[in-house]
């Protein structure tokens, strides 16, 4: 089993739709969270990290959920400029970071 | 943060040879990682660059087919060696401070394709 798993996608929305993506991971030791945004032929650049107390970036917004080793990433009032892979990631102090296959969405007009 | 400058940005190479790739990051830092990104995959981990000791391998990886370099703490190579087409993938490297709330950067990736 993969230790960070996520919903491939795509996801297809319209302009201005609200889109969650669900993320879980096996390894309960790994401490920080983030979501990565990588556009096509370009490398991966931090969307946000994600607390236990949930946190929220103008549309976007991270949800933690330790108990059940599950993370969310949740955009509202999609933009066309959204279209992009979101990679959920689960880090260990010390270690590398430990990405999920991404899934991709694209908000269209 | 920190600026990393990775190159070649893309080669297009004949099978059984080598390429090197370079980073080089704008300031010292303990731990960078080499990651592949296969076509319509996400992020593996191919090794962590030590600096002053052998590159720590994940799974899969071997130090023959991978070979690192890490002389010092703001650069490190990637070689790979004897390709064939299967390792035609995007190669990036990243650094992190072993911090583990702070976040990672990435080099721009190299694009490797194999012929």
């Known amino acids: 089993r993969k230790e960070v798993e996520q919903d491939p996608g795509p996801f297809n929305v319209p302009e201005g739709a609200t889109v969650a993506f669900n993320c879980t991971y096996s390894n309960s030791a790994s401490q920080s969270f983030f979501w990565y945004r990588q556009d096509c032929r370009k490398e991966p650049k931090l969307l946000m990290s994600v607390y236990s107390s949930g946190n929220e970036d103008g549309r976007f917004t991270a949800q933690l959920n330790r108990a059940s080793q599950y993370i969310s990433l949740l955009i509202r009032d999609s933009k066309l400029s959204d279209s992009a892979t979101y990679l959920c990631v689960v880090k260990r102090s010390g270690y590398a970071l430990n990405f999920g296959k991404g899934t991709s969405l694209l908000v269209t007009p | 943060s920190a600026v990393i400058s990775q190159k070649p940005s893309r080669d297009i190479c004949q099978r059984g040879t080598s390429l090197t790739i370079q980073c080089q990051v704008d300031s010292q830092v303990t731990m960078m990682f080499w990651y592949r990104q296969q076509p319509g995959q996400s992020l593996t981990l191919i090794a962590t660059a030590n600096q002053g000791s052998e590159a720590t391998y994940e799974s899969g990886f071997v130090i023959d087919k991978f070979p690192i370099s890490r002389p010092n703490l703001t650069f490190s190579t990637l070689t790979v060696s004897n390709m064939s087409p299967e390792d035609s993938s995007i190669y990036l490297c990243?650094?992190?401070?072993?911090?583990?709330?702070?976040?990672?950067?990435f080099g721009q990736g190299t694009r490797l394709t194999v012929v």
């Open positions: 990243s650094v992190a401070p072993p911090r583990a709330e702070t976040e990672a950067f």
